[in-house]
């Protein structure tokens, strides 16, 4: 914790998103992920603004919280339906594995930002250190978004897997819904072999809209931790 009252996971995600923000260039239709690192980004641009910079730069929110903060912040922002091809996009993930596959959904947004992610030329995740995994599946659960219609027999064919599910709670209780009224189950596989084949199983059945595993889609990786913020492009 810094006198300032960040904390050390807090100021990496700040820094990475601060270097991350330094890959947008004028006149770019950039993606807006969804999470407190993409936040930073969000804030970033916005000060950048108020100097005067990056002033023909819109947005594509990926949830409606980050829409919120980034009409509150002034920050212009279009949509997919707009702009189909996005140049850049900035987000975060939970977790990051060596050939940077990711879980995301964290935040519950990760229908909407892997359809932002498909429709960007360059993907860039954005992380502070304590994401990194050696296999994912690890640190967290993979958050499935499934219609409330039959969520059970969804829940079922998932624990089929072997993984522990969780229906994800929102406010008093009742079930948290994402942005297009979904549920969340996170599921919780332990370390995943192969996540490929994984992802290929959970997409063929019906009933279950999307799910966090984020694979071919990371162009790019900016990670801070205690050594320093770190860029990693293809090489
Ligand atoms: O996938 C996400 C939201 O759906 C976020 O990118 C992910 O949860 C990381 O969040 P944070 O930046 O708050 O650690």
């Given at each position: 914790m810094s006198a300032s009252g960040e904390s050390d996971v807090a100021r990496f995600k700040r820094l990475a998103?601060?270097?991350a923000v330094e890959s947008i260039q004028p006149g770019m239709v950039?993606?807006?992920?969804?999470?407190?690192?993409?936040?930073?980004?969000?804030?970033r641009l916005a000060a950048l603004r108020a100097e005067g910079k990056l002033l023909d730069v819109v947005g594509v929110p990926t949830s409606v919280g980050t829409e919120e903060l980034a009409r509150s912040l002034g920050v212009p922002l279009t949509t997919l339906e707009e702009q189909p091809v996005l140049d850049l996009t900035?987000?975060?993930?939970?977790?990051v594995d060596p050939q940077l596959r990711l879980i995301k959904g964290g935040g519950g947004a990760l229908l909407r930002e892997k359809i932002v992610a498909q429709a960007s030329r360059r993907v860039l995740i954005v992380?502070?250190?304590?994401?990194?995994?050696?296999?994912?599946?690890?640190?967290w659960p993979v958050p499935v978004e499934v219609l409330p219609f039959g969520w059970r027999s969804q829940a079922l064919f998932l624990e089929g897997f072997g993984a522990r599910i969780t229906r994800r709670e929102g406010r008093e209780g009742a079930p948290y819904r994402t942005d297009q009224g979904n549920f969340i189950l996170d599921?919780?596989?332990?370390?995943i072999e192969h996540p490929e084949e994984l992802a290929a199983r959970l997409e063929a059945r019906a009933g279950i809209v999307e799910h966090?595993?984020?694979?071919?889609?990371?162009?790019?990786?900016?990670?801070?931790?205690?050594?320093?913020?770190?860029?990693?492009?293809?090489?």
């Open positions: 998103a601060e270097r950039v993606g807006l992920g969804s999470g407190s690192t993409s936040a930073f980004v969000v804030r900035l987000d975060g993930a939970d977790e992380v502070d250190a304590g994401k990194l995994s050696p296999r994912l599946g690890t640190h599921c919780a596989f332990g370390p966090g595993l984020f694979i071919g889609l990371t162009s790019e990786l900016v990670v801070a931790g205690p050594g320093g913020v770190e860029h990693r492009r293809p090489a």
